[in-house]
């Protein structure tokens, strides 16, 4: 039922991973006959999504452009920095951890639904784990490229690294990133294609992954084409910040995913709004993290300035 959800109905999939955790927290003597009542709303929006005959190659199509985009973007800012710094190796590195994450991705969705009855909660348990990985490594990527930022030290890097490549562990650092970025949205798509096989025609499938695929191209190439006209240190200190924020995301995100599962406890704050596209959920153990985020970038960004 999870898998059909997500796939027929994003929106409703989201509202229920914001709801539940939240009833959880509130409950309380005087306020259990409201949440009932929305609880059976809920009941009631669930019942009228998975009652819908079948998928059309557009269900197919978000699948992809809903888990892709994101990873999509974290590729094209570490391909683009590592292009304009003329540093082909590292740009191989990212390519081959794209790669890896791809093929591990639908090797591990096939074993998990060969051996765990319940995909739900092993993709959202995986993408939770992984997903606090990414963030550590991506913090130290955000780090790499503020430290290059300014025009003086643009010019120092171009100077010492001209017929020398990048260090092993930058270019390490730079494929895990890739390689974590595809892993942690690319099982969860195969799982969710692989929930839909059966009540989809070949066809439809086929033309909703390729119509995704096109779209995806098209979001590359114009964000290619939008940091061709940026000066280089300037670029650099643009991607450090979108590495940064993507980072605050994915770390709400897969911290709410473990509360969801119940492996973290959860506390609500009431009155804070839920974002889902910045990743914020009203609940203090998915907000400390995020600020401890913060702070780190912002005495970072200080220290770097003297």
Partial sequence: MENEIGTRNGELYTKIEQKIPQYVGQINGSNKDDIQAELETLDQEIKSTISKAGYTFWDAALILLREGVEALLIIMALLTVTRKAEQTKASKWIMSGSLLGIILSIALAFIFKAIFENLGSTRELTEGIVGICSVILMVIVGAWLHSKSSLESWEKFINKNMDKAMSTGS??????????????????????????????????LILGILVAVFILILIAVFFNQITKWIPIHRLFFIMSLFIFLLAFKILGVSVHTLQILNILPQHTINHLPFIDLIGLYPTYETVIPQLILIVIVMIYYMMSKK
């Fill in 171 to 204: 270019l390490l650092t730079f494929g895990l990133v890739a390689f974590l970025s595809v892993f942690r949205e690319g099982a969860e798509t195969i799982i969710f294609y692989l929930g839909i096989v059966g009540k989809i025609s070949t066809w439809s």
